[in-house]
């Protein structure tokens, strides 16, 4: 029975194999691809089905390829409210490094861990001197380990998207 089933196996296997080494341009002689001269042949793809005329509007993030603004959910008067500097100052929890929290999560927060309960906060970047209102998050881990920041909220204290930012952590007073 294996004496049938290899050999069938093989010639299936490499059954492909004459057509592939055209579309390298080789032909079965050769090890290496054929001079640049030798012009391969052109084959059109066609689609199996037609694409469909207007992109579904389900999900906030049209394309991976979005822009931040294009992502960014906030209105204008959300943005200057939590950029507004605080009545009076709150308690410092301390610095965190913050990454990219979800682009599909909508509003102003950290998910940090440097808290325990859902509260009122304000993270500032020392770097640019910004800061910006938010929903302070429990994440869980160790108050070491670092915290994930909505894109509206990295984008107001001037952080950027891709890096890893160190930002100051306080309540709101």
Do not use: H, Y
């Not at 196996?9 to 592939?20: D, H, K, P, V, W």
């Not at 960014?72 to 409210?81: I, L, N, V």
């Not at 861990?113 to 429990?138: F, H, Y």
């Amino acid at each position: 029975m294996t004496r049938i089933i290899l050999p069938l196996f093989i010639a299936a296997a490499t059954a492909g194999c004459s057509n592939l080494t055209e579309r390298l341009g080789m032909d079965a002689s050769q090890s290496e691809p054929a001079p640049a001269s030798v012009e391969p042949t052109a084959e059109v793809a066609t689609p199996s089905a037609p694409a469909p005329a207007t992109p579904p509007a389900a999900s906030p993030i049209a394309t991976a390829g979005s822009s931040a603004e294009a992502l960014d959910t906030t209105t204008a008067a959300e943005r200057e409210a939590a950029t507004r500097a605080p009545a009076s100052a709150g308690a410092a929890l301390g610095s965190t490094v913050v990454s990219l929290g979800s682009a599909t999560e909508p509003g102003l927060w950290l998910k940090t861990p440097l808290i325990d309960a859902e509260q009122p906060g304000r993270v500032t970047n020392p770097a640019t001197g910004k800061s910006a209102a938010v929903t302070l998050i429990p994440l869980e881990g160790p108050a070491t380990a670092g915290s994930r920041m909505s894109l509206p909220a990295l984008r107001l204290i001037g952080a950027s998207l891709t890096d890893l930012t160190t930002v100051e952590v306080s309540t709101e007073g």
